[in-house]
Structures are given as C-alpha cells and as structure tokens.
C-alpha cells in the first residue's frame, strides 16, 4: 500500500488556474510489481466520483474525461513522488473534491486513496 497526500486546492474564480498535487510516501514504480497506474478524480456533493485523469507510470498514454480535455493535464515528478493535476479554464461546474488514486496493476482497481482536497470555482 501507499499513502496518498493531495494539497494545491482552494477556491478560483472561472477561466482561473490551479495545480493539485499528490505526494505519494514510495516510489511510483515500487507501488506495484508490474504496471502501475495513478489518476485523479472527484466528486462533487450529491454527484457520484468521476475519473478525471490517468496514466501509467514509466510512460505510456494518459487519459482524460472528455469534460476537462484541453483544459486539464496530467504529470509527475518520479524524483519527488509527486502526480499533478494541472488545471486551466476552470469552470464552476469542475467544484468538487479531488482525490488521487493508486492503481498497483493497471485494471482500474484503485486500492489507495489521498484525503482529498476542494477545488471551488465561481
């Protein structure tokens, strides 16, 4: 397992920027034995959890849901054990909260979660 810390929410005013990040206590690649995966998703209040972004750690394709496509990007920093969301254009309708989430074998089973962190956008 692997502790997930999410930080870099806050509250932004539409068309406005902010950066998540999630600092993970190990190294991305020691997360699992074979393919690792990490993604971000959120959930607003009375809405079910959405997958926002994901991708495989030690390259590979990321994915995105269609409703943060060109605005959201998704990175890492393996020298920091760090995933970043970064996201631009926001709108009001991305208030949520988002989690990271570790993926040990790339199936979408996502065994560990951060706390999560609230973006709000007006």
């Known amino acids: 397992h692997v502790q997930l810390v999410e930080s870099g929410g806050g509250s932004v005013q539409a068309g406005g920027s902010l950066r998540l990040s999630c600092t993970a206590s190990?190294?991305?690649?020691?997360?699992?034995?074979?393919?690792?995966?990490m993604g971000w998703f959120r959930q607003a209040p009375g809405k079910q959890r959405e997958g926002v972004a994901t991708?495989?750690?030690?390259?590979?394709?990321?994915y995105y849901a269609d409703s943060v496509k060109g605005r959201f990007t998704i990175s890492l920093d393996d020298a920091k054990n760090t995933l970043y969301l970064q996201m631009n254009s926001l709108k009001p309708e991305d208030t949520a909260m988002y989690y990271c989430?570790?993926?040990?074998?790339?199936?979408?089973?996502?065994?560990?979660w951060g706390q999560g962190t609230q973006v709000t956008v007006s």
């Open positions: 991708t495989y750690i030690g390259g590979g394709a990321s």
């Open positions: 190990k190294a991305f690649d020691s997360i699992g034995s074979g393919s690792v995966c």
């Open positions: 989430a570790a993926d040990p074998h790339c199936v979408d089973s996502w065994y560990d």
